[in-house]
């Protein structure tokens, strides 16, 4: 094939690379590691750029975050260039040293905020005021910057890939429908492993349903056998008022047990709604935590019931809210191995939402492992502790939250305890 001249050369060499980073996408587990595979191959595509970064419109926090891919200017933005790391670095460790986040440094910056978030088209910003304010938020001696939109599969989210060079004369400004094309190939090719990460998620959610069965039916039976434990001790069995309230609870748990049954046979048509009824939400708060005390794990635990002791009239699934405590308070105890801990149960409502927050003084959680979990669902404890669990269970909570309109709500401190807040209308207007 005889070429042209340089602009077919160059299509040429953007299609071999393109092909290359294809391959390479194939290797590559989530978006961060797509995001440097792809920088490593802009470089001999698009010059010797100093700083590669991808901002992002983060719609939780309202802020854009910065994804820096490169930049050796920042040490907390990983302080290195993929080039200083050994030829065979495998991605997964390139990824680690290069993918960093820094927010706080654009969420300052009003500005650049608003110019991110009206523009569409790709940039070349030289010796201007974007320039100024983008060699701000890379910290790096940048003068000249090449922007194109990073599609991403969520429409509402927008993206930025960016790339800073130390001068105009680094930065090909011919280039830049090429750069346009290629980021917005490379971002819909990224889309592909979010795709394979959501089919796996349907697997693991039908795992999840048959697990939860077992969860479901298990719950029941271990509380009428921490029932049935108690009433073996002397004291109880002579003390007829607690006698028949260990029956009574007993009495309840079986036929939980069979409304579970019922409900695992009946056909689930059209997906899971919930049966919405009123019912005192404070009365169920007693009976949860009077349940939980007796199970076995709970034995070396206080458990605090606060706010409880007035009616709190809820109009919601009341076996699925009781799960949803069951679930929350039985994690407390569960991730606050040792002697003495509280778990301190508090309900209430304020502005027509009711909310039930479950308090522990256990191993807590890091800000990422918490985003995992109510994120992406499944388990951070560490093996060694030998907790067990399915890694479920929160997940069903929010199930059961979201069709309430409800939320989950949680913070964490690992070595310190965690609070998980639950949350829905007291009402459902319809
Ligand atoms: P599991 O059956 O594993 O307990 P969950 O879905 O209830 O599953 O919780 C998911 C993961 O979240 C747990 O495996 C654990 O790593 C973490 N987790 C949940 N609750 C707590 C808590 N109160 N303290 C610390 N970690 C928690």
Redesign the pocket.
């Known amino acids: 094939m005889k070429l042209g001249d340089d602009s077919d050369q160059l299509k040429l060499e953007t299609a071999e690379r393109m092909l290359e980073l294809i391959r390479d996408l194939g290797e590559c587990h989530d978006a961060r590691q797509i995001l440097v595979a792809a920088a490593r191959h802009f470089r001999v595509l698009f010059g010797e750029f100093l700083v590669a970064a991808l901002a992002i419109d983060d719609p939780r926090t309202d802020h854009w975050r910065v994804l820096a891919l490169e930049n050796p200017y920042a040490p907390s933005w990983g302080g290195v260039s993929h080039r200083a790391l050994p030829r065979d670095t495998d991605l997964e460790t390139i990824t680690h040293q290069l993918g960093k986040d820094v927010t706080g440094r654009v969420r300052n910056d009003f500005a650049l905020n608003q110019a991110l978030a009206q523009g569409k088209e790709p940039f070349y910003a030289a010796d201007n005021v974007l320039s100024v304010h983008l060699a701000a938020m890379t910290n790096a001696p940048c003068r000249c910057f090449f922007g194109a939109r990073w599609k991403r599969p969520t429409a509402d989210a927008a993206a930025w890939l960016i790339l800073g060079y130390a001068s105009a004369d680094d930065a090909d400004q011919t280039r830049l429908p090429l750069f346009a094309t290629t980021v917005e190939t490379t971002s819909r090719l990224a889309s592909y492993p979010s795709l394979v990460h959501f089919v796996d998620r349907q697997e693991k959610i039908s795992q999840s349903i048959r697990r939860n069965i077992v969860?479901d039916l298990k719950t029941p039976i271990t509380v009428i056998k921490g029932y049935a434990e108690t009433l073996q001790h002397a004291e109880v069995i002579e003390d007829e008022i607690m006698r028949a309230e260990f029956v009574d609870g007993i009495v309840e748990s079986c036929d939980r047990l069979l409304d579970e049954i019922r409900e695992i046979i009946e056909p689930v048509e059209g997906g899971w709604r919930p049966s919405f009824a009123e019912f005192d939400l404070a009365t169920l708060a007693h009976k949860v935590v009077m349940a939980e005390k007796h199970t076995e794990r709970s034995r070396h635990h206080e458990i605090v019931l606060e706010g409880a002791d007035q009616p709190l009239i809820v109009e919601a699934d009341m076996r699925k809210i009781r799960r949803v405590m069951e679930?929350?308070i039985s994690?407390?105890i569960?991730?606050?191995p040792g002697m003495g801990n509280t778990v301190t149960v508090t309900i209430g409502s304020s502005d027509g939402v009711a909310r039930v927050a479950?308090r522990?003084e256990?191993?807590?959680?890091t800000v990422d492992?918490l985003e995992k979990?109510l994120e992406e669902?499944?388990?951070?404890?560490d093996q060694s502790l030998g907790?067990?669990?399915?890694?479920?269970?929160?997940?069903s909570?929010q199930i059961v939250l979201n069709a309430h309109k409800g939320k989950l709500e949680a913070t964490?401190q690992p070595g310190r305890?965690?609070v998980?807040v639950a949350e829905f209308p007291v009402r459902q207007t319809t």
């Open positions: 969860h679930n929350l994690n407390g569960k991730y606050s479950v522990d256990g191993i807590g959680m492992q979990v669902g499944g388990r951070v404890v907790i067990e669990g399915s890694g479920f269970g929160l997940n909570t964490s305890g965690t998980f």
